[in-house]
Structure formats: C-alpha cells, structure tokens
C-alpha cells in the first residue's frame, strides 16, 4: 500500500488480503447486511464484460463508502455515473486490504474504483470530484482541539485508526509522535472487525461512550458515524491542514480506472462536469465534510 492510501484510512486506502475472485453473498442480519465469502464459480478471466455495465470493484462491508446492499455513498455516485452513461452498475466485490487495486482492477475483473486519492500511481484518475480532510471528533459540551498543537490534547485519550502496532502509516500517528503525545493514543485498527456490520465505527463511538476524549479520523467516516450518534458528536478540522512532519490532512478524491482505459476516465470526466451538484448532494446526505477546493474551508 502506498503512502497516498495509507494517509486516508480503509476508506481510501484500497488495498485487500482477500483471495483473487471471491464473490459475496449478502444476508439480512437484525435489518443490516452481514457478508458471507464464498469460493468462486469462475475464474477471472471467464467473467464476461458486456460494453453495458459499468463494472465497479468495491468493498461488501465498508459503509458509509459501500456495501453489498448498496447503501453507501459510493454505490450512490456509481449508480449516478451509470445512469448518466446510459449503462448499469455490476461489482466486483472485495474487502478492501493490502492488493485491491492489483487483485480487481488491474486484472480486468472490474473496470472502476468509485474513491481514490487523486494522482494515485496505480490507476488513471478522473478530476477529483470532492476534497475532504481529517476531523477532530468530540463530545458536544467538551473542548475541541483547535489545532494538533492545542494543549488540551496533552489531558486525554486521543483514538486515532492504525494499521499496525507500530501505528506507522496514518498522518495522525506521525503528527502526535513528534509532539511527544503518543502515550496518549489508543488505536483502532483501521480494517475494524470484518466479521460485524460497519467495521469502522468504533473509533467514533467510543468518543460518544467516553471511552476517549478525542478521537481523528478520516472526513467521511467521522461525519457518517458521528451523525447516527445517540450522543451529540462535534467535528472540526484537524489544523494544521498540512503538518510539517505528518503532511497533509486533506486530500482530493477521484474516481480510478486502469491505465490504458482513457476513454473511460474521460467519459467519467464528463460525468463528474455535469453532475458535481448531485455528487455534492450524495456527499453532503452522508455527512462527508466537504473542503472547498478554492478557499481551504
């Protein structure tokens, strides 16, 4: 996984463990999907490609980016896309772990990856379509950082997602270790328990539970769980926006295809042209906070 995924959390950081191939069968648990991976009936290269579908590679159990149900923001977008190109959205499902992009993508399994860092290496890129950052979530009636150098972060428990035990690859990791705060942290694992429904909302329940006074986390995870919470949650930006040491804490968001797919990435480039308010729409109904490309804010 490059450093472009990793700085962005499970959501964006499209990588996957999961064997080539698996396909996904979606249950109904309690009114939420469960998944249940199953070995394939083909192989990759027997699955036909009809010039109808829009084929999406993306995650079964990865809300509020997508799921098997299709209630995330990005089956949303993908079916937008689809309409406006007169075709119909098919999936590839997978976990997304270490490989996703090799295992799906570039293998022709799928033909799109609905959310990547713009300028990803491993893909083609569209224009980006929006730019969010990392927040700061707190208890409504408690103080909120104002910056990563604020001192209230010296006087609680900061949850940040991690990917490893030597919380090495988030931005928060970084910025928080060189203000000596690390005995402050408590880390999630940024895949959460693939087992239940929403893997990665602990982080953001455990600051309406107590459990941690401020927790940092990537935009579109934080506004989506935050907003479900019994316990009114406070996001603000993580400042400063781009951290001497850490880098940046926000990003642009495109859309990926292969790298020799321009037609594709350029009929995606209209999309986005003519349907950024309803993007904008999709993105604002799940909470994501959005940063204005011009301004910063």
Known sequence: MSS????????????????????????????????????????????????????????????????????????????????????RVTYFWMPQRRGFVRNSLRIGACDLVIGVPARYELVRTTKPYYRSSYVFVTRQGSRSPRSLDDPVLRHGTIGIQVTGDDYDNPPAAQALAVRNLADRVRGYPVYGDYSQPDPQRAVVDDVGRGRIDTAIVWGPIAGYFASGSTVPLRLSPVLPRRDPVAGPFTFDIAMGVRSDDGALQQALDGVIARRQAEIDAILRRFGVPLVNRRTGS
Do not use: Q, Y
Request: aromatic residues 4%; glycine residues 8%; proline residues 6%.
């Open 4 to 87: 472009a995924f990793r700085i962005t959390s499970v959501a964006v950081t499209l990588a996957v463990t999961a064997a080539v191939g698996l396909t996904i069968t979606p249950r109904r648990a309690g009114g939420r999907a469960v998944v249940h991976l199953t070995a394939p009936a083909m192989t990759v290269r027997e699955i036909a490609s009809d010039p109808h579908d829009l084929r999406v590679c993306a995650d079964p159990n990865n809300l509020p980016f997508s799921n098997a149900a299709g209630e995330g923001f990005e089956n949303a977008i993908a079916a937008l896309a689809a309409r406006d190109l007169g075709k």
